[in-house]
């Protein structure tokens, strides 16, 4: 990041799965969202993990808090919305932006 330039958005979404959902099961459900997620506007990387303890991180940073917004609305009216939200144990679910320092 250079002096005068805005800074980037770190999105970052940690939550455990809903009983009865397999590893390999999310990660079919994640894969779905690939094309949508790398398409967006101000799109810079992405990276999904999973602690020992069983809670995932998916990590996306954007150019702007405002194409993280704008990806985030449009990601919910998307098809695979429905089906990897409801993977997802709501109740640990936690979702964050920060700003990219270093």
């Known amino acids: 990041m250079t002096p005068n330039s805005a800074p980037q958005i770190?999105?970052?979404?940690?939550?455990?799965?809903?009983?009865?959902?397999?590893?390999?099961?999310?990660?079919?459900?994640?894969?779905?969202?690939?094309?949508?997620?790398?398409?967006a506007a101000g799109f810079v990387t992405r990276q999904l993990s999973k602690s020992e303890d069983g809670i995932w991180t998916d990590y996306i940073v954007w150019d702007s808090m405002e194409n993280a917004q704008e990806a985030a609305k449009g990601f919910m009216e998307q098809a695979f919305a429905p089906a990897l939200v409801g993977a997802i144990n709501a109740e640990t679910m936690t979702l964050r932006h920060q700003k990219i320092c270093w």
């Open 10 to 39: 770190a999105e970052i979404v940690t939550f455990s799965l809903n009983e009865g959902v397999s590893d390999a099961d999310y990660l079919a459900l994640s894969e779905a969202t690939k094309d949508y997620v790398t398409g």
